[in-house]
């Protein structure tokens, strides 16, 4: 199974998570290489325990997905969470109602899940 990225109105959510994924490689035709702006990220866990990374892509280096997973060691974060139990959804907001304009990418290797398939990521766009 791969990712699937759905983009419903302001919201664009990733289902089963179990390759890397990139704006840059899931979704040139959608959106500018200059990256989404962002409003808010809310990560829904697998399980307890689960650990999502989210991390910025170099706007210059960003031009390919491989380049940009090639980035994972160096990367900013952007989103960090460890999940208490399967209910504890969390949430961060970004730059207040015009939202920050990012470039996020998933390495899953930097991330831990108990079942993938069963994870999603939601980003709320300015």
């Not at 990374?53 to 960003?62: L, R, S, T, W």
């Not at 949430?91 to 069963?118: H, L, Q, W």
Request: aromatic share 10%.
């Amino acid at each position: 199974m791969s990712n699937t990225t759905i983009i419903t109105g302001n919201f664009l959510q990733i289902k089963g998570l179990d390759v890397d994924w990139s704006v840059v490689g899931d979704l040139d035709k959608y959106f500018d290489k200059a990256g989404l702006r962002v409003k808010s990220i809310k990560f829904i866990p697998s399980a307890t325990d689960d650990i999502m990374v989210i991390k910025e892509a170099d706007p210059g280096y960003a031009t390919t997905a491989a380049l940009v997973t090639a980035q994972t060691a160096t990367a900013p974060e952007l989103f960090r969470v460890k999940c208490v139990d399967i209910y504890d959804q969390r949430i961060e907001y970004f730059g207040g109602v015009g939202g920050k304009i990012m470039r996020p990418f998933i390495d899953v290797s930097d991330c831990t899940f108990s079942t993938a398939s069963n994870v999603r990521v939601e980003f709320e766009l300015a």
